[in-house]
Every structure is written in structure tokens, then in C-alpha cells.
């Protein structure tokens, strides 16, 4: 399954089986080794009402704020690269590498979890980790178990080890990434409430591809 330039798909993130958090972002680009979507501005946000549990830290915004975020996923892979701009010249800021569960496709969009620690690394300035603190709290709290605690840092320290290294496993030119204005505002795709959730991979799974072959998309622009 491949999805074409400008198609709008589904960001779920689930936990315990469930969706607490959709999303709709936008492809940019469709290929076997890499999968990047556009989070436009005025995405809308939608929280799934749960039967038991906490709801999503993000619970209560109703759309996302700012300019749009352009992300990079590899298949397998337990993080996805976030490329953010910032001021009214939407001059770009940097690289988040957000650590989350290799996401899995379905007949809308896919299927992952954020997994709480994050490295920042700016445009100009050294790395930073973001959110260390909060893995043991979300032990506390019943959302991660401590297998899940010992591979994420494990996993945040090998990224933090390869970019302290400079290396960079995605195409920095998707930096200069302008999008189409009207991508705006997305409305959900018919499906996201029925299609059925993914199941969720094991701690063993987050891990860092270990194919270095890229497929060189292009860094498109559609202005």
C-alpha cells in the first residue's frame, strides 16, 4: 500500500488498543524506505473517548498551532524526524527526533505511540534531550512498563550517540520544504473511527533501522 502526493491520512496514536489521538496530516512523499507527511496548519485534533485509562496529554487542544511540521518515518524504524520552522519568514529551526512504536499502516494512515524522550537539535545550536524525566513518571503512571522504560533510553541514547557523531539519516533537504497553502485545515477521511486499531509491537522493536540505503524522494515543493 503506497499513498499519493496530497492524499490526507490518519496520525493515530494508541495505547492499550485503543486510539486516544488522531491527527489527519498529508503526504508528501510515498516510497519503501520512507514515508513523509505534512502536519498542516489547523489540524484539527480528536481524542476518542476511552472506558478507562487517562486521557492524552494533549487532550483538551482542539487544532495544531504554528506553522506546519513536516515528518520523515522509516519503516521499522522507532522514531520519526520532525522538521520545524519558526517566525513570520518561517525560517526553519531544527530536527526533532521523536522517539515512538515503528508505525504500522492501515486502510486510513497509520498507527504508532509516542514514546515521551525526544531529542531537539536546532539549526544552530547543540543537541538536546528533551522529556528524560518523564519516562519513569509515565512508569508510575501505568502507561509504560519498565522493559518499555529500559528500551527507550537505550534507544535515546544510541540516536543521541549517532547525531553527537553528526551523522544524519534523512535528507537535510527537506529543510528548505514549502507547502501547498491550501493544505490548510484537513478534514478526517472517511474510516478513522472504524478502522480497527493495530497491535502494538514490543519493546524489542524500538530500535534504529539498520538499512543506511535511502530512497531519495526529493525534497518537493508546491508553491
Known amino acids: 500500500m503506497t499513498w499519493q502526493h496530497g492524499k490526507v491520512i490518519v496520525h493515530r ?16 512523499a510515498d516510497a519503501r524506505d520512507e514515508l513523509v507527511t505534512y502536519l498542516p496548519e489547523e489540524a484539527p485534533f480528536a481524542f476518542p473517548p476511552r472506558k478507562h485509562g487517562p486521557a492524552h496529554p494533549w487532550a483538551g487542544k482542539t487544532a495544531w498551532v504554528g506553522h ?14 520532525f522538521h520545524f520552522w519558526e517566525g513570520p519568514e518561517r525560517r526553519f529551526a ?39 524525566e518523564m519516562v519513569e513518571q509515565r512508569v508510575r503512571e501505568g502507561r509504560f512498563t519498565k522493559e518499555q522504560a529500559r528500551a527507550i533510553r537505550a534507544l535515546g541514547a544510541e540516536l543521541r550517540e549517532v547525531l553527537d557523531r553528526g551523522e544524519r539519516w534523512w535528507d537535510e ?7 501547498d497553502p491550501a493544505w490548510r485545515a484537513p478534514a478526517f477521511p472517511d474510516g478513522w473511527e472504524t478502522t480497527p486499531p493495530t497491535e502494538a509491537p514490543p519493546p524489542s522493536a524500538y530500535r534504529r533501522s539498520r538499512d543506511e540505503t535511502r530512497v531519495d524522494v526529493g525534497c518537493q515543493s508546491d508553491t
Open 13 to 28: 496514536e494508541l495505547w492499550r488498543g485503543q486510539p486516544w489521538c488522531v491527527i489527519p496530516q498529508i503526504v508528501v
Open 94 to 132: 531544527g530536527w526533532y527526533v521523536n522517539l515512538e512504536e515503528p508505525f504500522r499502516r492501515t486502510a486510513v494512515g497509520y498507527d504508532t505511540q509516542d514514546l515521551e524522550l525526544d531529542l531537539w537539535l536546532p539549526a544552530d545550536g547543540p543537541l538536546v534531550v528533551k522529556d528524560e
Open 68 to 81: 506546519g511540521v513536516l515528518v520523515v518515518r522509516r519503516p521499522g524504524e522507532a522514531c520519526s524526524v
Open 173 to 179: 533537504g527537506w529543510a528548505s520544504f514549502v507547502p
